[in-house]
């Protein structure tokens, strides 16, 4: 049978993909929201595009969780079985595989933190439960995702190069900065676009939990604000596409026997 493992990694890509531009087209068809620019989530808040943003939010949930488990298992063979970790070699030292095995554990629990959060997004819509879409789903899902991020970008430096190229470790690390970089301009903007909204006084804080906001008008305060803040939301969503894609050639030289992982050594110099 063939090795299907790639196509965790590849559908999660997609998935990203496909949930950002059919939600955001289907959003604008039935004019639900203003074209320039809504939030994932308001996108996603009403009929019909709501039923299609929940749906791809449980599918990449459950496809980030086995994603995690297979990394995790996958990071566990290599340290138990590559012969560079096992011969004492001077770069590597037990202390060295040691953090590299605990911070495995983490990436696996933030794996974790990541599906049920994701699912907490799709659960709770953003313009009739905003304080439980934000607190269970989308600043924990912000916040597990960066620390995945990190703790994938850390341990491709250690497997280099016994898994994944050198290259390979660094294009993670800039996928890392920059969904960084986003997250903290899209949190900042946010903020001041809703203070300035609210200081304006139309609308009102209360309509502005509410389907209003997917119809953020000229006349309100922090639209400019607001425009900045859902476009570097996109972006750092979107970083999830290259992030995840980029292990699609190590999931290749993974194969399931009599129920357990095995890792191939042989680095590809392939992207």
């Known amino acids: 049978m063939s090795n299907l493992l790639p196509l965790v990694p590849l559908l999660i890509s997609l998935l990203f993909a496909l949930k950002l531009s059919v939600i955001y087209l289907l959003a604008v068809y039935y004019d639900h929201v203003n074209p320039i620019y809504p939030f994932i989530s308001d996108a996603g808040a009403t009929h019909p595009e709501a039923g299609f943003f929940s749906m791809l939010l449980f599918l990449e949930a459950i496809l980030i969780g086995v994603f995690g488990w297979i990394r995790y298992k996958q990071i566990r063979y290599v340290c138990d079985n590559n012969p560079e970790f096992n011969n004492n070699d001077k770069t590597v030292t037990t202390d060295q595989i040691e953090r590299l095995l605990r ?77 960084f970089i986003f997250g903290i ?13 609210v200081f304006d006084g139309v609308p009102n804080y209360q309509e502005l939990r509410g389907p209003l906001r997917l119809k953020w008008d000229e006349s309100w305060g922090g639209l400019v604000a607001h425009v900045v803040s859902t476009v570097t939301e996109n972006l750092m969503i979107f970083m999830m596409c290259p992030f995840f894609a980029s292990f699609i050639n190590e999931f290749r030289r993974i194969s399931v026997q009599k129920g357990k992982l095995k890792y191939d050594f042989i680095v590809s110099t392939d992207l």
């Open 103 to 179: 911070y495995n554990k983490y990436g696996l629990y933030m794996s974790v933190l990541i599906m049920l959060s994701m699912s907490a997004v799709g659960a709770f819509r953003s313009t009739e439960h905003l304080e439980l879409h934000l607190a269970i789903g989308a600043f924990p899902a912000f916040f597990a995702s960066f620390a995945y991020f990190c703790i994938q970008a850390h341990a491709s430096y250690k497997l280099t190069p016994s898994v994944n190229t050198l290259r390979i470790a660094r294009f993670r690390l800039i996928i890392t900065i920059l969904a």
């Open 185 to 197: 301009i899209m949190i900042t903007t946010i903020i001041v676009a809703t203070i300035q909204a």
